[in-house]
């Protein structure tokens, strides 16, 4: 089946490769090739099919609306009309489950869309064959072509920069630094669940630091335990939003993540590196952040 999933590909290649060509039988082969990769594709994964299916139908209709929209008198008006296409097929990829594919069809669409740019500046080539002798002809002839080119570019950002921004938002965020500055913002309810397991990690090492007896020393074994307990909660630590946490109660974010956050790394290094004394200022900040969290637990338990 792999084969065959590789051999669709390798048939939209050469069909997206054809439709760009000026031969006399690229068109030909281009349908051709780009149908047999359909079929191909949809026997090795009928998913990645479906996403091909998807993808140049969406191609198709956008360019219909690229008819309307490249024209300069038009474009501010069905500019509306490319903003709410765009929404909804960031909307379909997440309805027809191929939210996977959300930087395929980002990346191809944006080639797909510089490679047709291009061919706009090609066409100038052709304005002395179209124009003749006549020089008022051909400058009112290209100055219509550089408004197309223009709003042809225009366009195409619109479509990607509103198809990229809705699909974060119908998805709830990006959590892997996507999308221009990490467009993304973490939910409320997902900022809390980090928090509180972050806590419970960080408990769960406190609680191994305590089980032993007063004058007892804790052992290797009890402090790799304490570590992997705090990488844990350090993970879960670093998907919290701080500033959100500054919001609803005064310096908690700051105290989070200069005590908290900070003592657990310096905690983890200390250990790692041997350390001593980084080790042991990772305790005293999380002793901090721990007597101030007991202060203030019940003001912030009410939030």
Not at 190 to 218: C, L, P, W
């Given at each position: 089946m792999d084969i065959i999933f590789y051999i669709g590909i390798f048939l939209f290649a050469i069909g997206a490769w054809q439709a760009f060509m000026r031969g006399t039988y690229s068109e030909v082969i281009s349908g051709i090739s780009l149908i047999l990769g359909t079929i191909?594709?949809?026997?090795?994964?009928?998913?990645?099919?479906?996403?091909?299916?998807?993808?140049?139908?969406?191609?198709?209709?956008?360019?219909?609306?690229?008819?309307?929209?490249?024209?300069?008198?038009?474009?501010?008006?069905?500019?509306?009309?490319?903003?709410?296409?765009?929404?909804?097929?960031?909307?379909?990829?997440?309805?027809?489950?191929?939210?996977?594919?959300?930087?395929?069809?980002?990346?191809?669409?944006?080639?797909?869309?510089?490679?047709?740019?291009?061919?706009?500046?090609?066409?100038?080539?052709?304005?002395?064959?179209?124009?003749?002798?006549?020089?008022?002809?051909?400058?009112?002839?290209?100055s219509s072509l550089n408004k197309t080119i223009k709003y042809h570019l225009l366009s195409s950002m619109v479509f990607i920069v509103i198809f990229a921004l809705a699909f974060s938002y119908f998805s709830g965020g990006i959590k892997t630094d996507q999308i221009?500055?990490?467009?993304?913002?973490?939910?409320?309810?997902?900022?809390?669940?980090?928090?509180?397991?972050?806590?419970?990690?960080?408990?769960?090492?406190?609680?191994?630091?305590?089980?032993?007896?007063?004058?007892?020393?804790?052992?290797?074994?009890?402090?790799?335990?304490?570590?992997?307990?705090?990488?844990?909660?350090?993970?879960?630590?670093?998907?919290?939003d701080i500033q959100k946490l500054n919001s609803d109660y005064q310096e908690f974010g700051d105290h989070y993540k200069n005590e908290f956050i900070t003592g657990m790394e310096m905690f983890i290094d200390g250990f790692e590196k041997s350390d001593a004394q980084k080790f042991l200022q990772g305790q005293m900040l999380l002793s901090q952040w721990g007597d101030w969290y007991e202060k203030n637990f019940d003001a912030i338990r009410n939030l």
């Open positions: 191909f594709v949809f026997i090795g994964n009928w998913h990645a099919g479906l996403f091909f299916v998807f993808l140049f139908t969406s191609w198709f209709l956008l360019m219909q609306i690229f008819r309307f929209s490249t024209y300069y008198k038009y474009f501010f008006k069905i500019s509306l009309v490319l903003i709410g296409y765009a929404s909804l097929i960031a909307f379909l990829l997440l309805k027809f489950g191929l939210e996977n594919y959300f930087w395929w069809y980002l990346t191809l669409s944006g080639l797909f869309l510089f490679i047709n740019h291009k061919k706009q500046h090609q066409t100038k080539n052709f304005l002395d064959v179209l124009s003749g002798d006549d020089k008022e002809k051909r400058a009112e002839a290209e221009i500055s990490q467009i993304p913002a973490v939910s409320v309810g997902s900022n809390i669940e980090h928090f509180s397991k972050s806590i419970d990690f960080a408990n769960k090492a406190t609680r191994i630091s305590n089980g032993g007896s007063v004058y007892q020393q804790m052992g290797e074994e009890e402090i790799k335990r304490m570590v992997e307990n705090y990488k844990q909660a350090l993970s879960e630590a670093k998907q919290v």
